[in-house]
């Protein structure tokens, strides 16, 4: 039952994924990226990593919304009333993916990997949440402050000349 539950997220994932480059406005391809990322996080939650499934999701969640702010603010077009392609040269971005693609799969298949050293953890998240976050919690809890305090700005600046305002703030 896991096992068809976890590839139906995949599927859901992938098919998501590919939906974002199919649709044809900003709004959708926001809603359907977050889809993808909402089936990838209940998918590490099927696989026991409780803390990466939560956070993905979460943060997933919340960057989408503060998207879709900004998408109804400040773009022409953000219910895809008009349609447009999400996708920009083309054949520069595939001839890109393509390089970047066999790049890293060539640094995967030809890097000699370390042998593991050690036992591993009882909970390796947990290990690895500690060893990133344990001594710079306070320096992260201000990039927080700092980071929201930045987006605050930026919609008060921005506020005066949004996408109604056509003359500049002349009338």
């Known amino acids: ?5 976890f590839w139906s997220l995949a599927v859901v994932a992938v098919g998501a994924g ?3 480059f199919r649709v044809d406005s900003m709004a959708r391809a926001t809603y359907a990226l977050a889809l993808s ?3 990838v996080g209940l998918a590490l939650l099927l696989l026991d990593l409780a803390y990466l499934g939560v956070v993905t999701v ?3 969640v919340m960057e ?3 998207m879709a702010v900004f998408m109804i603010m400040f773009m022409m077009n953000p219910a895809g009333l008009m349609p447009m392609s999400m996708v920009h040269n083309r054949r520069g971005a595939l001839a890109l993916s393509v390089g970047v693609f ?3 799969a060539a640094v995967a298949l030809l890097t000699p990997w370390p042998e ?3 036992t591993v953890p009882e909970d390796p998240t947990r290990a690895v949440g500690t060893g990133v976050m344990e001594t710079k919690m306070l320096v992260m809890i201000g990039v927080g402050a700092v ?3 930045t987006i605050v700005a930026a919609l008060v600046l921005s506020a005066s000349r949004s996408r109604y305002d056509v003359r500049g703030g002349r009338r």
């Open 37 to 39: 990322f909402v089936a």
């Open 58 to 60: 979460l943060m997933m």
């Open 18 to 20: 590919i939906a974002v």
């Open 1 to 5: 039952m896991e096992a068809l539950l």
């Open 64 to 66: 989408m919304a503060i």
């Open 102 to 104: 066999l790049s890293l």
């Open 147 to 149: 980071l929201f305090t």
């Open 116 to 118: 593991r050293r050690g």
